[in-house]
């Protein structure tokens, strides 16, 4: 996380700083999408936020031009690792590829930037890795805390980290697991590393890949925590401003596409990643002109808005109750997104951080999946449409009755 505390308001290019932009994608204003209240009063108060992603005509990076204020998002963050599914055997899946690749193990210092949980760092430190995390949210930071994983509970800053009298040793590895994107200012976060980092320590980066993510749909990544949304071309960029090189990248297949990117300081003899160079290459082939990502999003936005509401319609001619099942910071941009915020009656989720609380801006109420047994014929969309499959089988073993629509990928309805 960014060491600053930033106010509401417009912002240039974070890469370039140029104020030349066109906006690729617009979506309605919302409220900030994690922010499930105790009241439904509370949930209905919440003020809305422009939530427009642009292109920099200089440098072509894509980012939220309206920042909003950095503490309403993280003093109130419910997200945490544990309860997203497959992240934590992802995560361990993808320690230990590092740690056979970068001959991690007994003492090494592994410091996690947006550290949530700690189940990252969970990961190291059964290797014998001696582990540090630096989490804003009070959340968050307490459950890492009860696991006994040191954690510095502020925005990162190479003095934050320093004034702390946690920072032991020169770091190994500094990862950023889903935090660049939040990143404000990723130009001042990566300078801060090299601050407290060496020669031979390895910033390991794992974010949205959006070429990859529009192409299956998941326009909902976009919501106010994600200011930031990064491609090859953008990460080269990163790269040289810095000046390192990025020694080892790959594609993995979470979160409808994400980038593993590894980078090291440039030094006489360090080549950059052959397969990143193919990647880049690919990318270049893949988005030219600049922006086809984005403008193929919209239109599949605006047929599948369509298909939604008019399926909703018809659920309601024949008397069936509305129900959302997610509850998130992309179902809250899903929601919006599809016009369908006050058509929901509740909002069905497996997370009990979620439960109990009402829905950003609308104030549905949230409730655990057992609400649905037993009850009279409904209408469940799939707002979690990235789990779909798993939902829909868990709705088949309920014995769930009524219609299931899933608005992503592909748009479908199920009668069950």
């Not at 189940?119 to 009860?146: H, N």
């Not at 106010?224 to 297949?253: K, M, Q, S, W």
């Amino acid at each position: 996380m960014s060491s600053h505390v930033l106010s509401a308001g417009q912002r240039t290019c974070p890469l370039c700083g140029s104020t030349n932009h066109r906006l690729v994608l617009r979506l309605p204003p919302t409220p900030l999408g994690d922010r499930f209240s105790e009241s439904e009063a509370d949930a209905r108060e919440l003020p809305i936020w422009p939530l427009d992603v642009a292109q920099c005509g200089e440098c072509g990076h894509c980012y939220l031009p309206f920042l909003t204020e950095t503490d309403d998002s993280y003093l109130h963050y419910l997200f945490d690792t544990e309860h997203s599914p497959g992240l934590p055997a992802a995560f361990a899946e993808i320690v230990a590829d590092i740690a056979l690749r970068r001959d991690v193990g007994e003492g090494c210092l592994v410091i996690d930037i947006g550290a949530n949980d700690g189940s990252w760092l969970e990961c190291f430190r059964i290797r014998g890795c001696d582990v540090l995390g630096v989490e804003p949210a009070p959340k968050p930071a307490k459950v890492a805390t009860s696991k006994e994983i040191r954690v510095v509970q502020d925005y990162f800053s190479a003095n934050s980290v320093r004034s702390s009298g946690l920072l032991s040793q020169e770091p190994h590895i500094v990862s950023m697991n889903y935090v660049f994107a939040n990143i404000p200012d990723p130009l001042e976060t990566l300078r801060g590393i090299a601050e407290i980092s060496g020669e031979n320590t390895v910033v390991s980066v794992l974010t949205g890949y959006h070429p990859a993510q529009l192409e299956v749909g998941m326009f909902d990544y976009v919501y106010h925590e994600h200011v930031g949304y990064f491609t090859c071309r953008d990460f080269v960029r990163i790269a040289n401003l810095i000046g390192f090189t990025i020694t080892y990248a790959r594609e993995v297949p979470l979160k409808g596409g994400s980038i593993h990117i590894e980078m090291q300081r440039s030094i006489p003899g360090r080549e950059q990643s052959h397969l990143f160079s193919t990647m880049l290459k690919r990318e270049a082939w893949l988005d030219d002109p600049l922006g086809v990502h984005w403008l193929k999003m919209n239109s599949r936005l605006e047929s599948t808005r369509a298909l939604v509401r008019e399926a909703i319609m018809r659920a309601k001619q024949k008397g069936l109750s509305l129900i959302g099942y997610g509850a998130s910071h992309s179902t809250t941009t899903l929601l919006y997104a599809l016009g369908i915020e006050n058509d929901i009656n509740l909002i069905v989720d497996d997370n009990p951080n979620k439960q109990n609380r009402f829905s950003p801006g609308t104030g549905a109420p949230v409730v655990a999946s057992e609400y649905l047994v037993g009850k009279p014929p409904a209408c469940v969309v799939v707002l979690a449409w990235q789990h779909g499959p798993q939902i829909r089988n868990s709705l088949r073993e309920s014995g769930f009755m009524g219609q299931v629509i899933t608005p992503f990928p592909t748009f479908t309805i199920e009668e069950h």
